[in-house]
């Protein structure tokens, strides 16, 4: 494999500078090309300064940053890209342009030297397949701010030859990122796996069972997750995010896992895009988000409590934080509240199975009850009193309470088992190594695990519990399991292993 030294990139929007600005630092000469040679220079500039910071924060010596900005060096004309031995184009998602571009290429470059792409949608394949050699085509996808994000995608299409492929990976192996390396497939790995979280909880609230911020309340606080789906839908504007659904949706030929809500194509056209115009999911005063008010429950006296017995082991440390509040345990579901906690069903289905009166049953999900906020549920008849004298009980305790309509599987187990499963069906498609989907996943997107090591926090025959029930109670494709998830699951394997 040829030594690499010099590097082109060409375009310098957001990607491109923090392209240019991350490999100076890791010491190769850069050569900066824009059909705009202001925005070259005004991009070399940028890095520059971001470089300088770096050095005032002590995370690079001052020498160091002087140095890199000096391997910095724009070029007036394509022809001048001509000792580089790579070039990664962060031009706009256009597959006609990235092709003439590359066609270009080949002409001025040498005839071993690479032509990565940092597309994030195209096909790696269909950009190569406007060029001679497509053998030197690769896709080298890295991720926004890029001097932050410290994890690449390397993606080889369907003709990349190995040593373009080890080219890539030793660029990104020696900027010391995680190289994820994955197949030319929709999404990738990353953006692919990243629609669990989104779509599920669009379509909690497109079925109108809780609102975006009840969401991201149980996501943020119940599920341990940075952001909810409609924070980071707000930051990357839905005008962008958007598109990206419906992209990956129509590549997966309408597969219902990866359907986007019905509700956003009007949201896109009245301008709610988030962050950017002021208002989105969320209202934004100067920048700063506004959150609705909490839930505040109507005064009403808790009646006693019954839990069933084969649901007394998961409620445990719930009863027992209840009991020391003074509620009283009942011994028979007669005049008590009947706290259930199901996997994947909702509380009307759970309590006719149970031969519950459903207008005494109250459901809360067992899987965030250890954590800040817990989720309950009434059903349709649910007594009134009951259920706000439930919520005000657990707020005593200490807890952050959301209450949801009748739903099977709540939020956080829809969310979850969506993600898991999305991940499991990656790993079957053999898109990417089990290790390199979590590792890309919680670089990545910042999930505090990655799918496959959260579906084995969870357990694998719990994940398909929920989502066989969830399949069950609605009839829709999108929650049918993966086979790689089932097959675990059933022979009580791991997910990551």
């Not at 066609?103 to 040498?110: D, N, Q, T, W, Y």
């Not at 994000?149 to 369907?158: F, Q």
């Amino acid at each position: 494999m040829r030594n690499i030294d010099t590097i082109a990139v060409i375009g310098t929007g957001t990607m491109g500078r923090g392209i240019a600005q991350t490999l100076a630092a890791a010491g190769y000469t850069v050569l900066v090309f824009d059909q705009l040679a202001e925005a070259a220079h005004a991009a070399v500039e940028f890095a520059g300064q971001m470089l300088d910071r770096a050095a005032d924060k002590e995370k690079m010596t001052r020498e160091n940053a002087q140095a890199a900005k000096g391997r910095l060096r724009v070029v007036e004309g394509i022809g001048d890209l001509a000792p580089a031995q790579m070039a990664i184009e962060a031009m706009a998602e256009s597959l006609d342009a990235k092709q003439a571009l590359f066609a270009a290429l080949e002409g001025i470059l040498s005839a071993d030297a690479v032509l990565a792409t940092n597309t994030s949608s195209l096909s790696v394949s269909a950009i190569a397949s406007g060029v001679n050699t497509p053998g030197r085509v690769i896709g080298i996808h890295f991720f926004n701010p890029v001097p932050l994000m410290k994890v690449v995608e390397v993606i080889p299409g369907l003709r990349t030859s190995e040593t373009a492929r080890d080219a890539a990976m030793s660029v990104v192996d020696r900027i010391g990122y995680r190289v994820i390396l994955c197949k030319d497939a929709p999404g990738f790995l990353i953006n692919h796996a990243g629609r669990g979280l989104l779509t599920e909880g669009i379509r909690i609230v497109q079925e109108c069972l809780a609102s975006e911020v009840d969401v991201d309340r149980v996501m943020r606080e119940g599920a341990g997750f940075r952001m909810g789906p409609f924070e980071l839908l707000d930051l990357t504007g839905l005008d962008v995010s958007y598109p990206v659904l419906q992209l990956i949706y129509g590549q997966f030929h309408q597969d219902p896992r990866y359907r986007p809500g019905v509700h956003l194509a009007a949201r896109v056209a009245a301008n709610l895009h988030g962050r950017k115009t002021s208002e989105g999911f969320y209202r934004y005063d100067d920048g700063q988000r506004v959150d609705p008010e909490e839930l505040v429950p109507a005064e009403a006296k808790l009646p006693p409590v019954w839990v069933p017995t084969e649901m007394r082991s998961d409620l445990a440390s719930i009863m027992e934080s209840l009991g020391a509040l003074g509620v009283d345990v009942a011994d028979s579901p007669d005049h008590a509240v009947c706290l259930v906690a199901p996997y994947g069903w909702d509380a009307t289905e759970t309590a006719i199975s149970m031969g519950l009166d459903p207008a005494h049953v109250m459901g809360i999900d067992p899987l965030t009850l250890d954590s800040a906020r817990v989720t309950i549920m009434p059903t349709l008849i649910t007594d009134p009193a009951m259920c706000d004298g439930l919520h005000q009980a657990l707020l005593a305790t200490g807890k952050k309470v959301t209450r949801i309509a009748d739903s099977p599987g709540f939020i956080a187990q829809r969310v979850l088992a969506m993600i898991v499963n999305i991940g499991c069906e990656i790993a079957q498609m053999q898109i990417a190594s089990p290790a390199d989907i979590d590792d890309g996943v919680r670089l990545g997107l910042g999930y505090p695990k990655g799918p496959l090591a959260l579906g084995d926090s969870l357990g694998p025959q719990r994940v398909l519990e929920i989502l066989d029930a969830l399949q069950r109670q609605t009839g829709d494709p999108r929650y049918r399991p993966s086979q790689y998830l089932r097959h675990r699951a059933r022979l009580g394997m791991a997910l990551a292993g």
